[in-house]
């Protein structure tokens, strides 16, 4: 077993329930190759650990922001909750040191791995709002999470990549790109989809992703880059 006590020291928070910490970690996985462990996987954690994001994202930038509306807001949001940012930031916190995960969960990397950082990243807080309560998470989620704000609102980040992509397709090629499925993999649980951006009958750049939604969002973000337009 890690030891948690590590990561409480690096983040300097102490668990009452330490079992709240480990199961923030857990993968469904490690329960296929660990069936005797006392504890479940992170789902239920994670689930409730979203709801706590959300909750303090959206009051944090309701309170900041009182001339902005409704719909700029929520692309704000958006921009700090979506897995990419919080697989960054669960990286750069170490949380990758912590995964309790199958054998063969524990070789993968790339997309697959960022999307079970990102959902150890909510099951975490889901931990720390049951062990330590609402103004603890929104100390954690302060630090950590909204102090990426700035550099999203400098780097206009809460675009919309597919919306940007099309607006200058249409603008410099004079065409309109669409968007097709090229592979998809895995249980229905954890789905991933390989998307590509189309132009004409050119596939200009692919994306990845936990839906196909994401997966377009990708695909234009790397079109934009691969085509200079960002």
């Keep these: 077993m890690k030891d948690f006590s590590l990561l409480e020291s690096s983040l300097s928070v102490s668990f009452k329930e330490k079992n709240f910490l480990v ?26 650990g979203d709801a706590v994001l959300e909750l303090i994202v959206t009051e944090n930038l309701y309170q900041q ?41 524990g070789h993968e990397e790339g997309k697959a791995r960022d ?25 954690f989620i302060t630090e950590h999470i909204l102090s990426r704000l700035p550099v999203i609102l400098s780097d206009k980040l809460f675009e919309d990549a597919k919306s940007r992509f099309q607006e200058l397709a249409q603008e410099k090629v004079g065409n309109t790109p669409t968007y097709q499925v090229i592979e998809e993999w895995g249980p229905d649980h954890a789905k991933n989809f390989k998307v ?13 992703g936990t ?13 934009l880059k691969k085509k200079g337009w960002v």
């Design 23 to 48: 199961q923030a970690f857990i993968h469904r996985s490690y329960l296929n190759e660990n069936p005797d462990s006392n504890l479940q996987h992170n789902e239920r954690l994670e689930f409730l």
């Design 65 to 105: 922001y009182p001339d902005k509306p409704e719909g700029e807001l929520t692309t704000w949001r958006a921009a700090l909750v979506n897995s990419k940012i919080l697989s960054e930031i669960a990286r750069s916190l170490k949380f990758n040191d912590f995964l309790l995960l199958s054998r063969g969960e």
């Design 115 to 139: 999307y079970i950082l990102a959902n150890a990243m909510e099951a975490f807080i889901g931990a720390l709002y049951l062990d330590q309560g609402l103004k603890v998470c929104e100390k």
């Design 196 to 208: 590509g951006v189309v132009i004409g009958s050119e596939i200009i750049a692919e994306g990845r």
């Design 211 to 223: 839906s196909k939604q994401e997966a377009e969002q990708d695909a234009a973000s790397q079109g």
